[in-house]
Every structure is written in C-alpha cells, then in structure tokens.
C-alpha cells in the first residue's frame, strides 16, 4: 500500500476531457468485512479467499473496459494497485453497494454460497479520483496475521 509523501498532491482527473488523467494510478478496491475474522471467526486465508473471489469477478466482468484492458495489460501487469478496506459487518457493506450502484460504479458484490451471504465487494480498476471519494468512510483493513 502506497502511502502519499507529506506534500504530495493527489492526481486529479481534467474536468474539460471526458478521459481521466492518464498519470493518475489505476486502483482496484476491495472491501472486506472486519466481522468474518473478528466475531465470526473465519480464518485468514477465507477472507483473503472472498476478496480475491470478488477481485477476478469484477474484473472479468469489467474485461472489456478500456481501463481494467489497461489494468491487466502484460506492461502492467507486475504493477497492480489494490487498495484492501474494511467495513464494520454486512449492513455497511450492503450500504456500500447500494451507494456505489446509485452512483454508477462498477463492482461485484460477492456472494459466498450456499451460506448466501454478502462478504465483500470489489470495484472493477479505475482511475483513483474517479472512485476515491466513495470510499472515505470505510478503513484500510489493518488486521495482523496472527502465529
């Protein structure tokens, strides 16, 4: 995770074109929620499972878009940002779908099955000002791995 120096502007899309700013970093996020680990006590590596569900599902409904063609063309594909955040259980993650499909983002809403249940969500890539400010009340997901 790439942290913003103390002084650095974040890059801004040009409000006059109809294409993002091309310097500004492709960002996929995913949304995970703290609850599975915390009091439902999933281990580690099904968390990480969900996410990376929703990651390959977003972006493989999303693979005709220009930007996610951009995201995992082979110049980039050893340069991939994913920004992982947190929500508190399912009632906030399916408020956080509802406002995305409201505001027009694409995302997948994973569905673990046969429980039937919301366990994360991930955006298709795009530009990072084009999707950041959906994100400012969800946390970065600083879990520890415990031994």
Request: net charge negative; aromatic share 6%; charged share 25%.
């Amino acid at each position: 995770i790439r942290r913003m120096a103390d002084g650095e502007v974040p890059c801004k899309a040009s409000a006059e074109s109809e294409q993002s700013d091309t310097t500004c970093p492709i960002v996929q996020y995913v949304v995970l929620r703290r609850d599975l680990g915390e009091a439902l006590d999933w281990p580690l590596g099904s968390v990480v499972a969900q996410g990376c569900h929703a990651a390959t599902a977003a972006m493989w409904l999303s693979r005709d878009d220009p930007v996610t063609q951009e995201y995992t063309s082979p110049e980039n594909l050893d340069h991939m940002h994913k920004v992982v955040l947190e929500v508190k259980g399912e009632p906030q993650l399916k408020t956080l779908a509802a406002k995305l499909e409201e505001a027009g983002i694409a995302h997948k809403l994973w569905i673990e099955q046969p429980e039937n249940y919301p366990t994360c969500l991930a955006t298709k890539p795009y530009r990072k000002d084009d999707v950041a400010q959906h994100f400012k009340k969800c946390q970065l997901s600083k879990s520890k791995i415990s031994r």
